[in-house]
C-alpha cells in the first residue's frame, strides 16, 4: 500500500512539472493592442494563399511555404492602415511555439511577440533585445541565425525555428499583403 501511495504522489509530481513549462504570455487580443496602440480598429483579414503565391513564398524564403491559410489581422486608425499583424506557430524542440509578427504595410517587420511557449528550455526568445534583431526586417533581407539574428545558447532549436518562421511570414507578406 505504502508504494501504491508513492507512486501516486511521484505521477503527481511529474504530472505538474511536466505541465509547469506552458507558459501563455499574451493573447492575440493583448499582442495586437501592444503592436499597435494607436490603432482604433481590428479586422480579420484571414489569407488563403494560392499555389503560384506558396510557390513565391518558398522562392523567397528558401523555405517550404508550410501552409495555404494564414491568420492575419489588420490594424487600423480611421481609414488608414496602419499593418498587419500574423499569428502563426512553429515546433520548438517539441511542443509548439506561438508568435505574432506586427508588419507594416509595406511588409516590412515592426515587432515580433512570443504569445505562448511550452518548452522547458528556451524560453529566452521572449526576451525583448533578442527580438529586436527582426525589426525593419523584409524578404530582401537574408533574415537567419547565424547571419543577422543571434543564436541563444540553449535556445538553439526556438531561435532557429522562430527566425526560420519570421522569414516564412516576411515572404509571405512580400507576396500576399505588401501594399
Same mark, same amino acid.
Given at each position: 500500500m505504502k508504494a501504491l501511495q508513492w *507512486?501516486?504522489?511521484? *505521477?503527481? %509530481? $511529474? &504530472?505538474?512539472?511536466s505541465s509547469a513549462f506552458a507558459t501563455q504570455y499574451l493573447t492575440a487580443q493583448q499582442a495586437q493592442a501592444l503592436i499597435f496602440p494607436q490603432a482604433g480598429a481590428f479586422k480579420e483579414a484571414n489569407l488563403q494563399l494560392t499555389a503560384e503565391q506558396m510557390h513565391a513564398i518558398e !522562392? %523567397? !524564403? #528558401?523555405?517550404?511555404?508550410? =501552409?495555404?491559410?494564414?491568420?492575419? /489581422? !489588420?490594424?487600423?486608425?480611421?481609414?488608414? %492602415?496602419?499593418g498587419y499583424m500574423v499569428l502563426d506557430d512553429v515546433i520548438g524542440k517539441f511542443e509548439l511555439i506561438s508568435y505574432a509578427v506586427g508588419l507594416a504595410p509595406d511588409a516590412t517587420v515592426m515587432q515580433v511577440e512570443i504569445l505562448a511557449y511550452r518548452e522547458s528550455h528556451g524560453f529566452e526568445i521572449r526576451n525583448a533585445a533578442w527580438r529586436k534583431q527582426f525589426v525593419g526586417k523584409t524578404a530582401a533581407d @537574408?533574415?537567419? $541565425?547565424?547571419?543577422? /539574428?543571434?543564436? /541563444? =545558447?540553449?535556445? *538553439? %532549436?526556438? =531561435? *532557429?525555428?522562430?527566425?526560420? #518562421? $519570421?522569414?516564412?511570414?516576411?515572404?509571405? &507578406?512580400? $507576396?500576399?499583403? @505588401?501594399?
Open positions: *507512486t501516486v504522489v511521484a *505521477t503527481g %509530481l $511529474v &504530472a505538474a512539472t !522562392s %523567397l !524564403s #528558401g523555405l517550404p511555404a508550410r =501552409s495555404a491559410a494564414w491568420r492575419v /489581422i !489588420s490594424a487600423w486608425q480611421g481609414d488608414k %492602415l496602419l @537574408k533574415v537567419a $541565425v547565424g547571419d543577422n /539574428i543571434a543564436n /541563444i =545558447s540553449g535556445a *538553439t %532549436l526556438s =531561435s *532557429t525555428h522562430v527566425t526560420d #518562421g $519570421v522569414r516564412r511570414v516576411v515572404a509571405m &507578406a512580400q $507576396v500576399a499583403l @505588401k501594399k
